[in-house]
Each structure stands twice: as structure tokens, then as C-alpha cells.
């Protein structure tokens, strides 16, 4: 059996959503101190739903996948939906990630709640219209 599934190389290959969100309404970002890789991820929110989400991973190959794949899975949910994202949910919609692999998938779940808490801290601070 490949080490890889087709899904994890096919994300890896051609990502989805990578790049900036220039206005976003909440900016995540997250590294792994032991592999040094960083993943920052931006959300753009209308009336609580995730109507666009962009990310940039500098990391292996599954963070990269793991963030393509957390991407698709949070674009157009409910805020409270992406929250409750969790790294095995990402790994099992990749058909799998290699035990040793699977610290990848946490730093999707952790970018994503990372900006969700961004968004919730500047609604909080009365900086962003709560939408
Ligand atoms: Fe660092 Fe995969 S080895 S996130």
C-alpha cells in the first residue's frame, strides 16, 4: 500500500485556497515547534457563515494537504460548523494520513480555530460589524 492516499497527493499537488485575503475578517496562525512548520489561515465571514478561506502553509507535504482539505471542508459552514473541525475529521476526508503524519493534520484544526478566535476577539473589541 502507498504511503500516501491519492487524496493527500492530489491536494499536495494542486492545494485549494491557497493565497491571502486582503479585508479578511479573521487571520489564524499556527507552528509546529517541533518540524518548525507554520500555517496561517484568513476567513472571510457574511452573517456567520465562512463565505471564503484562503491559507498559506510553509510545511510538508501533509500540512499542505491537510490545510487544502481543511479548506474545502469549512468553505460555506456555519462558523460553529468550522469549529468543531477536528484534525481526524481532515486525515479521514484525505482517506488517511501515516500515524507519524497525523501532527500535520492538528495544525488545520488549529489555524482554523485560531482565526475563528480572531474573528470572535474583534467582534468582541467592536472592530469588526458583527455579521
Ligand atoms: Fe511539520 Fe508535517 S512535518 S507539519
Redesign the pocket.
Known amino acids: 500500500m502507498a504511503l500516501y492516499s491519492e487524496k493527500v497527493m492530489d491536494h499536495f499537488r494542486n492545494p485549494r485556497n491557497v493565497g491571502i485575503i486582503e479585508d479578511a475578517d479573521g487571520v489564524g496562525e499556527v507552528g ?1 515547534a ?4 507554520i ?1 496561517k489561515m484568513y476567513l472571510k465571514i457574511d452573517d456567520g457563515v465562512i463565505s471564503d478561506v484562503k491559507f498559506e ?1 510553509f ?5 499542505i494537504a ?1 490545510s487544502s482539505m481543511a479548506t474545502e471542508l469549512i468553505k460555506g459552514k456555519p462558523v460553529e460548523d468550522a469549529m468543531e473541525l477536528t484534525n481526524k475529521a481532515v486525515a479521514e476526508a484525505l482517506d488517511g494520513l501515516p500515524a507519524y ?1 497525523m ?2 493534520s ?2 488545520a484544526e488549529e489555524a482554523i480555530r485560531s482565526a475563528i478566535d480572531d474573528y470572535n476577539s474583534k467582534i468582541n473589541q467592536g472592530k469588526a460589524p458583527e455579521k
Do not use: E
Open positions: 509546529n517541533k518540524c518548525g512548520d500555517m502553509t510545511g510538508c507535504g501533509s500540512a491537510s503524519k501532527h500535520c492538528v495544525l
